[in-house]
């Protein structure tokens, strides 16, 4: 698994690496830009405007918010990601920390129209998931909405098939999301599919 410093070395190439899964259409990254676009698409079209961005990385998705006038906190837990995410957003409130023990506590002061995890949460462990998302829903303004953007299938049968089909390529370090489990901790989730291994997750308040 990748740790901060890895990310911290994988930063400058980032986005490359992740365009040519995308352009290819293969594991972990086809329908890349379906899954930002769609809620892209979904925060503009609404009043969310105030929008925590947790694992941000080089802010591809966050910087075009903020270019359309959202005001963007977020955490990460590369200092190198947030290097290079600052410049892009210079009024953004970003916070270098490892999610997975918890927002630091400025962010948690904060009230959200919008919650986006693109990409990230695959390093929280399935009960992590579902205590990191509750420990979210507090933060979020009335009618707010928690977007989980991110290798993800309806089903564990999916996920199976997708293991299968990627062979080597598969990362066992990752845990992705499956609608069908995180369901039944969160009733109201709904989930639209991006690709054969992506999907959007949301949770409205």
Not at 16 to 42: C, R
Not at 164 to 183: A, K, M, N, T
């Amino acid at each position: 698994m990748l740790n901060s410093q890895g990310f911290d070395l994988w930063a400058d190439g980032y986005d490359q690496s992740v365009g040519l899964s995308e352009e290819k259409g293969t594991y972990p990254f086809a329908g890349y830009k379906d899954v930002l676009n769609k809620i892209y698409i979904d925060i503009l079209s609404s009043a969310k405007k105030t929008v925590l961005d947790i694992g941000f990385g080089t802010a591809t998705l966050t910087a075009k918010l903020y270019e359309r006038g959202c005001e963007i906190y977020g955490q990460d837990f590369s200092r190198k990601m947030l290097e290079i995410a600052q410049p892009k957003m210079p009024r953004a409130k970003l916070y270098c920390g490892d999610f997975a023990k918890g927002l630091v506590e400025p962010l948690t002061r904060q009230k959200y129209d919008a919650i986006i995890a693109t990409y990230s949460l695959h390093h929280l462990t399935d009960a992590q998931k579902v205590d990191f998302i509750h420990g979210l829903l507090p933060l979020l303004n009335d009618h707010g909405c928690v977007y989980l953007g991110d290798v993800a299938f309806a089903t564990r049968a999916e996920l199976q098939k997708c293991r299968e089909l990627s062979g080597d390529e598969w990362d066992d370090d990752e845990i992705y999301l499956v609608y069908e489990e995180l369901r039944k901790a969160f009733p109201k989730m709904t989930f639209e599919r991006m690709s054969y291994c992506s999907g959007v997750l949301c949770l409205e308040k």
